[in-house]
C-alpha cells in the first residue's frame, strides 16, 4: 500500500497562513488524497480531499503536485482552534469494491496566539 | 441530529474477558469501518463493512470479532485473544460509493 510522509510538528503564528506538506511518492492512479484532523482524545474531522486538481472548500485548500507525489493542505488564517493533528491519507481501493484508509503517524499542529 | 454514536466514552475491563464496543450510525451510511490508535500512532483499520451482513478483515483483525446485523449498528467485540487491548478505538462510516469517512468520538479501552 503506498504510504505518505509529513513532517511530525509545525508552528505557525495565529492569523498567518499555515502550509502542512506531504509526500506520497508512491501513490498510485485511482488513490484519493484526503486530510483529517484530530484533536485530542476525538474522532478525526475530515478537512479536504483531491486527486489530481487543486481543491478549495471553507475549511482549507488543498495543492496537489502536477506528478501527484505530494500534496500541500493551506490553512489561509491560522486560529487556535486549528491546533491538532493533521493527517494526509491515501484510499486505494479494496479487492471488495471498497476504499480504505492508510493513515500515518501526522503533523502536530501549534498556533500561537 | 445524524452523527455517529460510540459507547461507552471510557471501558475498563479485567484480562481474559471479553469486550464489545457498540457504534450506531444515523446517517444512512453503507460503509462502516472500526480503526484502532495507540499513543502517538495513526490509526489502523482493524475491520470494515460495505454492507449488511459482509465485512472484511483489516490490517490488524487478530483478537477482534465483528457482526453487521443492521446497516445502523456495527458492534466490535475484543476479545482475550487480542493481546494489547489496551487503546483508543474508533468506528467511522461512509457513503459507499464515496470516500470521504465520519468518525464518531471514540471509545478508551483500558484492560489491566
Known amino acids: 500500500d503506498a504510504k505518505t510522509t509529513q513532517p511530525n510538528s509545525m508552528e505557525s503564528n495565529e492569523e498567518e497562513p499555515v502550509h502542512l506538506p506531504c509526500n506520497h511518492s508512491?501513490?498510485?492512479?485511482?488513490?484519493?488524497i484526503h486530510w483529517y484532523r484530530q484533536l485530542p482524545s476525538q474522532g478525526p474531522e475530515y478537512v479536504i480531499h483531491?486527486?489530481?486538481s487543486n481543491v478549495n472548500n471553507r475549511m482549507a485548500s488543498l495543492a496537489i503536485a502536477e506528478d501527484r507525489k505530494s500534496s500541500t493542505l493551506i490553512l489561509h488564517r491560522a486560529t487556535l482552534r486549528d491546533a491538532a493533528v493533521y493527517y494526509c491519507i491515501l484510499s486505494p481501493l479494496t479487492t471488495s469494491g471498497t476504499y480504505k484508509y492508510i493513515f500515518g503517524t501526522g503533523t502536530r499542529l501549534k498556533v500561537l496566539a | 441530529d445524524g452523527g455517529i454514536t460510540q459507547s461507552p466514552k471510557y471501558l475498563f475491563r479485567k484480562e481474559g474477558q471479553n469486550v464489545t464496543l457498540s457504534c450506531e450510525q444515523n446517517l444512512n451510511h453503507d460503509a462502516m469501518y472500526w480503526y484502532r490508535q495507540d499513543p502517538g500512532q495513526g490509526l489502523r483499520l482493524i475491520y470494515y463493512?460495505?454492507?449488511?451482513?459482509?465485512?472484511q478483515k483489516g490490517d490488524i483483525a487478530e483478537g477482534y470479532s465483528v457482526s453487521r446485523e443492521k446497516k445502523e449498528s456495527f458492534p466490535l467485540t475484543v476479545t482475550s485473544a487480542q493481546k494489547n487491548p489496551t487503546a483508543f478505538y474508533l468506528c467511522a462510516s461512509s457513503i459507499g460509493i464515496t470516500r470521504e469517512q465520519y468518525f464518531g468520538p471514540g471509545t478508551r479501552l483500558t484492560v489491566t
Open positions: 508512491t501513490i498510485s492512479g485511482t488513490d484519493y
Open positions: 483531491g486527486l489530481t
Open positions: 463493512s460495505q454492507i449488511v451482513n459482509d465485512f
